[in-house]
């Protein structure tokens, strides 16, 4: 997707009104109606569903990140959803309070379509997101992790581990199926 640059204030303050609303109503209920009413408040000239992921930070720490790579949702309904997702269901924490709301910064990453790779060595780091898939089991890492995990042997294997719920070295196996992406991602 190619937004014009313009376009990503408007898709920062989308998400910043469904965060808002979603808290202050506590939740999810009735979700469905006001995000069809917030739609047309927003114009944005693609509106055709995107892969892509919705972090919330809090003092610069994570605080939330859900996303997806395959989505059926127009643009702005699948960017609330993740967005609400990102704030009550990321499983790694409690659902996002109204006392947590003013310290809560949006970052919003479109991803690139897939490219499977066949040698570890196609992966640049610090530009390359991974996602890696070994039967049912699958783990996603953006390449904003590399500030965290710089090399790329321990970024493999915490993919493997903590994302795909893999052994460290199941990059290794010859059924896990390795595919790289950039990501257009900004933040507020």
């Known amino acids: 997707m190619s937004l014009k640059l313009d376009e990503k204030p408007i898709l920062l303050k989308f998400a910043r009104t469904v965060l808002e609303r979603s808290v202050k109503e506590s939740g999810l209920r009735n979700q469905v109606d006001w995000l069809k009413e917030l739609v047309p ?26 996303g997806t ?7 702005l309904q699948g960017l609330g959803k993740l967005t609400m997702q990102s704030a009550f269901f990321d ?7 109204l006392e947590e709301l003013p310290f809560i910064q949006i970052e919003i990453s479109f991803l690139s379509p897939l490219e499977k790779i066949i040698r ?10 991974v996602y890696l898939k070994n039967g049912f089991n699958v783990g996603l890492f953006l390449p904003q992790v590399w500030q965290e995990l710089p090399h790329l042997e321990e970024f493999l294997q915490e993919l493997c581990f903590s994302k795909a719920g893999l052994s460290k070295d199941a990059w290794k196996d010859s059924k896990t199926e390795l595919f790289i992406f950039t990501v257009d991602h900004f933040a507020e």
Do not use: A, W, Y
């Open 69 to 75: 790579i395959l989505t059926e949702l127009p643009l």
């Open 91 to 97: 499983p790694r924490f409690s659902p996002l309070t």
């Open 41 to 66: 408040n927003f114009s944005v000239s693609d509106m055709s569903p995107q892969s892509l992921f919705v972090t919330l930070k809090k003092f610069k720490e994570l605080r939330g990140c859900v």
């Open 120 to 129: 570890i060595e196609e992966i640049i780091p610090g530009e390359h997101g």
